[in-house]
Nanobody, 127 residues
Framework: QVQLVESGGGSVQVGGSLRLSCAAS????????MAWFRQAPSKDREGVAS???????NYVDSVKGRFTISRDNDKKILYLQMNNLEPEDTGMYYC?????????????????????WGQGTQVTVSS
């Protein structure tokens, strides 16, 4: 099971930018489907973006055009570049790996579909 450690969160004002990083352990990092999720207080965990080994990306509608997910397989790091941040983007951001449930037709934004999770990094956007 891959180990994940997120970093890069912080407090920014509306319209600002942050880049989150997720450092992974394990020799097969490049083979994993990976994703970013977020969870605001009193809300369910929400899929933000996913990245397949073949480069296919998925985004939740609310972040399309503002967020970009990418990976560096040599460094074993997953990134989330977040631009033009809004107060609604506030939450704890989690990195997830190993989309085990894909073969069963489960959607990429389903939290239970991933085997490995990081501890999260907080993002706060203030107006």
């Amino acid at each position: 099971q891959v180990q994940l450690v997120e970093s890069g969160g912080g407090s920014v004002q509306v319209g600002g930018s942050l880049r989150l990083s997720c450092a992974a352990s394990g020799a097969t990092f490049g083979r994993y489907s990976m994703a970013w999720f977020r969870q605001a207080p009193s809300k369910d965990r929400e899929g933000v973006a996913s990245l397949e080994p073949d480069g296919t990306t998925n985004y939740v509608d609310s972040v399309k055009g503002r967020f970009t997910i990418s990976r560096d397989n040599d460094k074993k790091i997953l990134y989330l570049q977040m631009n033009n941040l809004e107060p609604e983007d506030t939450g704890m951001y989690y990195c997830a790996a190993d989309f085990w449930a894909r073969a069963y037709g489960v959607d990429w934004f389903t939290p239970g579909a991933y085997k490995s999770w990081g501890q999260g990094t907080q993002v706060t956007v203030s107006s």
